[in-house]
Nanobody, 115 residues
Framework: QVQLVESGGGLVQPGGSLRLSCAAS????????MGWYRQAPGKQRELVAV???????NYADPVKGRFTISRDNAKNTVSLQMNSLKPEDTAVYYC?????????WGQGTQVTVSS
């Protein structure tokens, strides 16, 4: 089992940047595919970006070219650099760890993009 703790959310103006971080503990971090999901009010949770154990990345179309996911297996962390933020990026962002049939979630961090 792995415990995930997100940080780095907040309020930012449109066009601004934020960096989210997720610290993992309790298991072997390198065996997990790591992802960021988000959930806006009244909407379903959706995948934002994922980085596999091998370092491959994949992004949802709305964030391609603006967001970058990265992992540091030595520090047991995964980050999401978010640039050119838009109001529609406003959501609670969740860190996810996935291995075989197991999914683990953090508590979420709020990102609000507003002027």
């Amino acid at each position: 089992q792995v415990q995930l703790v997100e940080s780095g959310g907040g309020l930012v103006q449109p066009g601004g940047s934020l960096r989210l971080s997720c610290a993992a503990s309790g298991s072997i971090f390198s065996i997990y595919d790591m992802g960021w999901y988000r959930q806006a009010p009244g909407k379903q949770r959706e995948l934002v970006a994922v980085v596999t154990t091998g370092g491959s990345t994949n992004y949802a179309d709305p964030v391609k070219g603006r967001f970058t996911i990265s992992r540091d297996n030595a520090k047991n962390t995964v980050s999401l650099q978010m640039n050119s933020l838009k109001p529609e990026d406003t959501a609670v962002y969740y860190c996810n760890a996935h291995h075989m049939i197991f999914h683990y979630w953090g508590q979420g961090t709020q990102v609000t993009v507003s002027s």
